[in-house]
Each structure stands twice: as C-alpha cells, then as structure tokens.
C-alpha cells in the first residue's frame, strides 16, 4: 500500500469532474440599466463596478428529455472571485421565483422540483457586483445535472482521507481508513470515463466504501455533536445598510432552497432587524420563512433586535433589544425566545445575566470571549451568575477559530463540517465529566452571510459512518439547550462564573467613533425623557396621545446602531455617513415630541403671571442649574422661588445669552414653579475667583501650571488635598496606537511604551467669574489638532467640568486624560447597567493587567473607606484606573476599517467629583445623573391651568433605588415603572404618585407574568435585594 494519500487527493480531482454528468450553456445576456438593451454573455465578458447591480436573464430554455427526473442545477462562475474583498453576490430567480443566493461559496444552485414539472426555464440573476471600485470578469454559466452517488463517493472518501491525516501516522485505524479507501479506488473502473460501465463502478466504490467506514466506525462509542446551520450576518461591518437588506435575500433564499432537498436540516436565524429587511423587501421569501418556522426547522431566536454590543449599550437599551426582539418573534412567527445568542459580541455586562432571566431568558451562547489574549477562560458550559444573583445556562461553542494549531483556543461561529475541526471541537470542550452526550456548534458561512452549503450538510451524514471523528446530528439551538439543562441538572461539578465576561481584546471598541457614541447617549436620554413626560401628560389627561409609533421608530433606530459593529466603531465610513443620519432623525423627532409635551404640560400649570416651569425626570429631589435663553424672556429678568430671589448668571452658550439660574428643590419626576420678575438692580456677585493659574469656589481651591495641567486641587470642605503630591490633574497625552491586528477593534498592552504628553499650551483664558459659575478656557495645540477646554467651577455644585471642543486631525491616535489622586485602594468601582461593579487597581495576575483598558457608563471611582474621587462623563466609555491614576479614553482615530474615524470636530465633557466618603456616600450615583441629564425648563405668561405650582408625578421614597423608566406599556394602558437598587443592599420604602392607582402588578421586563401588588390610596411599599430590578405595572382611576 503506497503513495495512498497522494494517489487519493488526484482521484479526488478526477472524481469531482464527473459528479456534473450533464452540462448545457444557458447563453446568459446581462444589462444593468433598464434604458439598456441586453448584451450577450461570453467567457471574459467584463460586468459591474463599485456598488453595481446588473441583471442576467437567459433565453427560455426546454428541459432536455435527458435531465428529466433527475437532480438538475444551475452551475454558475460569475466572476473569477479573485478578489476578496470584492465577491459579487447575486439572487437567482427561476421562473419567476427567487430560489438562491449565488457566491464565491454557493457557485452550484439546485433547482427545486416543482419549477422543472413544466419543462420549461427562465433564469434571471441580480447581481451585485462588491463594494470596491473592480469589475468582475464572467467566466461560464451552465445547466448541470448532479448524479448524486457520484458526489456521494467524492465527499465520502474525501472526508475518509481526512479523518485519516489527523491521526498519528503509527495508529491502527489510520491505516484501516487507509486501506478502504485504497481498496475503493481500485474499485473504480477509468477505462471508459464517463460511461455507463465506469458510472456502475462508482456506485459499487460507493457501496464498498460506505460499508467498510460503518464496520470499522462500529468498533468505538463516539460523541454526538448538534449541528445548527447559521450564517452570522453583521447588520453593518464592511458594507451599509442597504448592501445587508440584499445580503438577507441571497442567505435566506439559500436556506429555504437547502431545506427543500435535506428535511432534517435546521437554521438558526436572530436579528428581528433582518427579519424585518426581508418583509419589507421579499415579501414572497418571508411568506416562506414562516411556513419553515412554524414547521419547525428555522429557528428564529436570539431574544435581541440586533447582536448588541452590551458594553456601551445602556441598561435600559438592554431591555429594549429584548423586548422588541421577543415581541417581534412571537407577534410574527408565534415563538418565545429562551435564548440570548450572541456568538460574536465584545464581552458581555455583569448584568446581562439579570436582564436576561427578569425577560424570560434562560439561556445564553456566545464564542468570543474564547478570542482572549491572556487568559483562556476557564469554562465552556457553566452557570452566568449576574449582579444580583440571577443565573442563565451558558455554553461556549468549540468550533475552532484555526484547526491547524492545537494552542490556539479561539472558537468560531462560521463553522465548517471536516474530521479536523470536529476533532477538535470534542477535544476543546472541557466539560466532558458533566456532560458526555452531546455539545452544539453552528456551521455555514457567515459575517457577510452565505451560510450552508449542500456539502456541509452532506458531510454531516458521513460522519454517521466515519471512524475517529464525532458523529454529527442536525438539531436546534434551544433543543439542544433544553437537554443541555437536564444533563447538568443538580450536578455539583456543574461551575459557576460571576460577574462580566470582559473580553481580553478589542478593548479600543469603547472609544472608536466617538461621535456615534455621543449620538447614542443623547438618544437613549432623549428617549427617556420623552417617554416620562408623556407619561406624565397622559397621567394628568388621559385623552392625550402618547405618541407611541414614533417612540417605538425612534428606539428601532437606537437598538439598530447598537449592532456590535456600529456602536463599538469597527465599520467602514459609508456605515457612519448612514448611522449619523439615523441618529439625527432620531434627536429630530425626540426633541420636538420633547417640545411639544413640555408645552403642553408646562400650559396646564396654574401661574399668577411670567413663571419658568422646571421639570425633573429623574427619581430624586434635584438642585441644579437651570439654563434658559435670555431673549425667550425678552427683559433683564430676575427669579423669585417663593419670596426668595434665586442666585443666577448670565453666560455665553451656543453664541446666545443664556440665564444659569440655580434651582433648588424639584421634585422627583415632577415640576416646580419660579416667578419671573424684571430686574431692578444689576448687581455683579462674584462668588468664582478665576485667573490664569488659580480657580477657587466654597468647595476647591485649584493651581494650574503654565502647561494647563492641574497640580493641586485642595478639597475645602473635606480638608484634602485630591491631587497626589509631586503628580498631576488632568494630564492630557496622546499615545501611539498601532495595534497589530484589529486597527479600529484593540488597543494593545504596549500602547504606552509611546507617550506624548499634550503641553502645548497656546493661551489660557478667563472668560467667566461671577456668582454662578467661573470658566477659565485652555487652548492647546497637539501636531495638527486643536485642543479646547472650558474648565468650569460652580457656586452651588462641588463638581469640576471639563468641556472639552476638539478639532483632531491625527491618525492611529489614542489621546486620553488623567488623574493622579491622593487615594490609596486596591479596588476602583465602575458603573455598568443598572448598577456597578468593582475591578482591581493592580497587575498581580494575569486577569488583572489584562484589564488594562476597560467599559463603565456615567461614572468610575476611587475611593478610600472616608474619602475618593469620581470622574464623571457624558459620552464616554473608556477607562482605566490602576494604582491610584483614573484615566479616560477620549478618541481613537483608527484608520482601518475607517482612514477617517474620528477625525472630525467632537465636543464632551467630564468631571472631577471628589467626595467624602466613598461612592455610595458621596453620592456619585445621583452626580453622574445629574451631568448627563438637565432639567427642561419652559417659559410661560400666566396661565389658569388645573395643575398646582409644584407637583410629584412620581414620589420615590425608597432609599438606594433609582426609577431609571417611565413608559406607556406596550399593550395597554398602564404605566411601566422600571427600577433598580444601586447600592448593594437590601432596602425598603415605598413609591407614591399624584394619583390614586387602580390597579397595580409586578411584570417582568417583557410585560408580561403580572403578578397582583398590594397598594394602599396612592401609595406602593416595595422590598429590593442588592442590585435588583424591578418593573412595576400600575393604572390610575
């Protein structure tokens, strides 16, 4: 037996040649205007150009009596696929019906049954021709039958020559397979190639082969593994919007044409979004669809509207994915989703876990935290447990990334079906002794779509009858969860992870392209606030529309740029022109449905003449600055609370004057009156000293040296100096990032071997000191950039804002800010979704210099047990805190897969909060709030309205609990009331409204499971465990 693998591999070739046993040219013409006249096809006939959609039609053509009864296909080499990046890919249309995608990996389209019946075929092709600026050169274009034994003998043996190269070259069942498979070639008769004698011969190799492989698989027990076609399509990624509602067609069709020939084949598809695509584009594929979902066979799960990143997303965003994604699935396909499939996400919030199981949520799947750098997590299926407590089923799936190298432990989601990688997939999963029977992978081409092939599926038949690899089934995700829960069911060697899977690379996606970031705080705020003061006015009139479509379009548009590759900033520039349209549709609508409720509720508030009604939408008794333009007033103007004048200012915003005025005692979700009376004295307070070196207020005294830096902020009240000695405050630097891989993705460890510190002070300027607030404005310069700040300290406030306005024109540039503070703790304390979590300030394992760049929402903090430091932001996303220097990632500017990222004009602020105490005691929750959420203020002339001066729609008196939404549920017309303890602890108190309630319940973040709850006239008593969420259903009579 010699030269057996070589001898195989050139039969292979010869083998695969006569699985078309009959071919015809289909003679196609392609044209792509249609002013333009069709042109006739021929090899080397040159089509498309960047972003082209051409057309190919062919003549009718009569079915040969020859390929009646028989597997018949299309075999089409529309291009040369020559260029990666390029790929055309096209939908195929026969006789009118959109039957497949065709691409670089779905060249072969079989031809459903029922449109051969009549003998006759129309082909026409949409082709799309890739997003590069290159023409695609047309090779061939042929009618083929397929002999099915043939192919049948070509897979088989193939996947046999496989399974026998990953064996040691001394093992027995090597040569076994060896052997077979060199008994079956000379089996096969090449005197007659082609003929109907060397047909029969193939058949008998096919019989031997298929024998001899079962006798020989019989000889061990063999693991199962569930097979779930899938194509992961990124919603956007290397191509826009519209370029993914055409992707859907091709992938989805190809499903739909695989499910035809292969009646056990089963698809995973989640994304509502896509879903949502195809109605609106293929209604005819859709209706297809959802015969096959309700058969069984597609499974449309996920839980989210899109894959969501859940490290920038909010929590409240969190719930939206899952509540227009779950009520998507059921409303069209009639399904509850139980799982959260999230293959390829950038790490994962500690709190996920929590939101998951309060929306019905059970299950969770994802492989990237596989793709770490330092450490290789530790578990494949494992208990989640979340903030609170809660726990989800979860299970990384070990399809390898690269089967080639045994040490690299990256898992993939575009999986393939070959003896290499199913060996090991087994062989990487390291939960055998808790679950031995069966493990889930997913497999078809994906990222920009494809999916299946008929290949892979018919591998996976092989395996039934291969040695040494697993054997493969065909089966659904949640199905295999579902055993996947009763295997490990109260088995104590079943392991538990608790708190976030932080992934150990693309850590530079909490910062790249800052401005949609930005665009993404502004619009779940905006959101937020316009569904509180909606529900306010529905409240106070119940005859009032709340504008529920547009809220609804608006968050569709918000949870769509939440993909994990819009909002984490790893897209071409096309995805960003279209994200920021989107995002200012969205501020568009929000504001004016913002305007137009604050009028109409500021109209109903009785007033004894010109009065500015303040709002407060959120869940605490705010004072806070107040900011309202100066002409909408039309007078020097002064603000009477009671007979108390209140301090203000008049300031320099947006190129207008704007009063600052300092309101003190709004309710929580409520209102409050302030008379407007004319001025009679302007008397200048200056309670802010500024100059070019020195600010100072009640609470700070602050030094700055000649480069703009801060060197000491001596805390009055606290009696402490913030900055620690010989360091400093606000250091400004840009750092070299040339990640190796990944540009716009990572941030690498090394990235701070090239630091250059932004001192490059071109003036320094006072342009505010009065009795509100005082600005000393920073210009810097760095290389080609400018650098502009507005360092503002406050009368009433005890917190320092950076407003920062940047012109950056650098590339491959991280610039962050830093704080080196006077607070000595192992553990920095950092806010994420619904509550916050603690990280380590030191390197002393590899877990813990891996975090070297890390997400947080509103805020971070240091602090000791009586003293710390926050640093606030309204955009940012960022940090990192080791020892004792807090620092903020401000931009990226990545040139890859975007040469333009964040080089463009970006405004932001942060701020220092120093406070006694730590965290929780110093009220770092509620200041992170505040910065990021105003209070609208409306002007009106006298009004007779019903309403009282100053009123609580919502009065929360539970201590450490925050009520973060107030909504109109989605299917009637009780108020939602979401709400977490923040705190860590356990609390009690009670929540009361300005109305009595009719009815309340207790509802998961769905809606649904009400349960009843107690209430008393106006008023609702609730317990809370630490960090737990809540959502409160409740009516009013």
């Not at 031995?436 to 994906?446: A, P």
């Not at 039934?464 to 949640?478: F, L, N, S």
């Not at 504001?591 to 407060?616: C, H, M, Q, W, Y």
């Not at 990235?751 to 071109?762: A, F, M, P, R």
């Amino acid at each position: 037996m010699f030269f057996v693998e070589k001898k195989t591999e050139r039969r292979l070739e010869e083998i695969f040649k006569f699985i078309y046993k009959q071919k015809m040219a289909l003679g196609l013409m392609y044209k792509e205007n249609d002013s333009e006249e069709y042109k006739k096809t021929y090899r080397g006939f040159i089509w498309g150009g960047k972003n082209v959609i051409g057309w190919f039609k062919s003549p009718k053509i009569i079915l040969p009596e020859s390929y009646k009864n028989k597997k018949v296909a299309l075999y089409l080499e529309l291009s040369d696929y020559k260029v990666p990046d390029v790929n055309p890919e096209s939908l195929v249309y026969v006789n009118g019906v959109a039957v497949q995608g065709c691409d670089k990996n779905h060249r072969e389209i079989v031809i459903p049954k029922d449109l051969l019946k009549d003998g006759e075929l129309e082909v026409n092709i949409k082709a799309f021709s890739g997003r590069r600026d290159y023409t695609n050169k047309f090779l061939y274009a042929d009618l083929v039958t397929i002999d099915e034994k043939t192919e049948n003998l070509y897979l088989t043996m193939k996947m046999a020559l496989q399974s026998a190269q990953i064996l040691p070259k001394d093992d027995y069942i090597r040569d076994v397979i060896l052997s077979i498979i060199d008994n079956t070639l000379n089996i096969i008769d090449w005197r007659e190639e082609g003929s109907e004698n060397f047909y029969n011969s193939i058949y008998k190799a096919l019989d031997f082969i298929k024998s001899e492989l079962k006798e020989a698989s019989g000889r061990s027990k063999r693991p199962e593994i569930t097979c779930v076609g899938h194509s992961h399509i990124d919603v956007a990624w290397y191509w826009q919007l519209w370029h993914t509602r055409e992707k859907v067609s091709r992938t989805f069709s190809t499903v739909l044409n695989l499910m035809n020939q292969y009646p056990d084949y089963y698809f995973i598809q989640s994304q509502p979004q896509l879903y949502k695509y195809i109605k609106e584009d293929y209604p005819e594929i859709y209706e297809r669809i959802k015969e096959r979902v309700a058969e069984g066979r597609w499974e449309a799960t996920g839980g989210m509207w899109v894959e969501a990143d859940s490290n920038v997303t909010s929590g409240e965003s969190l719930v939206r994915q899952l509540l227009f994604g779950t009520r998507f699935f059921k409303k069209e396909f009639g399904v509850d989703n139980k799982l959260v499939w999230l293959p390829d996400a950038f790490g994962f919030s500690g709190n996920l876990p929590q939101i998951m199981k309060k929306s019905g949520i059970d299950y969770f799947l994802t492989t990237k935290i596989s793709w770490n750098q330092f450490n290789r997590p530790p578990y494949d299926t494992f208990k989640w447990r979340g903030l609170d407590g809660s726990e989800v089923l979860t299970h990384f799936m070990t399809m390898p990334e690269n089967s080639m190298n045994p040490d690299d432990w990256g898992y993939t989601y575009n999986g393939d079906i070959n003896p290499r990688k199913f060996k090991r997939v087994w062989e990487s999963y390291r939960h055998k002794d808790i679950n031995s029977k069966d493990i889930l992978i997913s497999f078809g081409h994906g990222d920009g779509g494809g999916g299946t092939t008929r290949d892979m599926i018919e591998n996976i038949y092989i395996t039934e009858y291969m040695p040494v690899v697993p054997k493969a089934k065909m089966g659904k995700a949640e199905d295999f969860f579902k055993r996947l829960e009763e295997q490990v069911k109260n088995n104590k060697h079943l392991d538990t992870w608790d708190g976030e899977l932080y992934l150990e690379v693309h850590r530079g996606t909490f910062t790249s392209q800052a401005k949609t970031k930005k665009y993404n705080r502004q619009s779940e705020i905006l959101l937020h606030d316009v569904e509180t003061l909606n529900s306010f006015a529905k409240t106070v009139d119940n005859n009032v529309n709340y504008p529920q479509e547009l809220i609804n379009n608006a968050w569709e548009l918000v949870l769509l740029n939440q993909f994990h590759d819009i909002i984490p900033g790893s897209s071409i520039t096309e995805v960003y022109e279209d994200s920021d349209a989107q995002y200012k549709e969205v501020l568009s609508t929000c504001s004016r449905l913002k305007a137009e409720v604050l009028r109409n509720l500021a109209s109903k508030v009785k007033t004894d003449g010109p009065s500015l009604v303040i709002f407060n939408t959120l869940s605490w008794k705010r004072n806070d600055y107040i900011y309202i333009e100066k002409a909408s007033i039309g007078y020097e103007a002064e603000f009477m609370d009671g007979d108390k004048v209140l301090s203000s200012q008049t300031i320099q915003k947006n190129g207008h004057e704007y009063y600052m005025i300092f309101a003190k005692n709004i309710p929580s979700y409520g209102y409050k009156t302030i008379r407007v009376v004319r001025k009679n004295a302007n008397i200048l307070a200056i309670n802010v000293s500024v100059d070019k070196t020195m600010m100072e207020n009640k609470f700070f005294k602050i030094y700055l040296n000649d480069k703009g830096q801060i060197v000491s902020i001596f805390d009055k009240k606290n009696n402490k100096e913030v900055i620690a000695k010989g360091k400093l405050g606000n250091v400004l630097s840009a750092y070299e990032d040339k990640p190796f891989n990944f540009d716009a993705w990572d941030i690498d460890i090394y990235y701070k071997d090239k630091e250059y510190v932004v001192d490059n002070l071109i003036s320094a300027e006072v342009v505010e000191q009065g009795s509100e607030r005082g600005t000393l404005k920073l210009v810097w310069k760095y290389v080609n950039s400018d650098i502009v700040q507005y360092v503002h300290l406050y009368n009433n406030t005890p917190r320092i804002d950076f407003e920062t306005e940047i012109d950056w024109k650098e590339k491959q540039t991280l610039l962050k800010t830093a704080f080196h503070v006077d607070v000595r703790s192992t553990k920095a304390t950092y806010e994420i979704q619904f509550g916050s979590i603690e990280r380590t300030t030191h390197n002393n394992t590899p877990w813990d210099y891996a975090q070297f760049e890390v997400p947080a929402q509103k805020w971070v903090d240091l602090s000791e047990r009586n003293y710390g430091v926050s640093l606030l932001n309204d955009c940012k996303y960022g940090h990192s805190i080791k020892n004792n220097v807090i620092e903020l990632t401000l931009l990226k500017s990545a040139i890859e897969p975007d040469p333009f990222a964040d080089k463009c004009h970006h405004s932001f602020t942060y701020s220092l909060y120093p406070h006694k105490g730590d965290w929780f005691e110093g009220g770092t929750v509620q200041a992170g709030y505040s910065l990021n959420y105003d209070m609208p203020v409306v002007y009106v002339e006298s009004t007779t309205g019903e309403l009282q001066s100053e009123d609580s729609f919502i009065e929360n008196n539970i201590p450490d609990v925050i009520i973060e939404t107030v909504k109109k549920a989605e299917d009637s017309n009780h108020t939602i009331i979401r709400m977490y303890e923040y705190g860590n602890g356990t609390t009690e108190g009670e929540i009361k409204f300005n109305k009595n309630i009719k009815e309340a319940y207790m509802c998961d973040m769905m809606e649904n499971n009400r349960t009843l709850v107690d209430f008393e006239g106006n008023k609702i008593n609730l317990k809370f465990t630490p960090f737990e969420l809540k959502c409160l259903m409740v009516d009013f009579e």
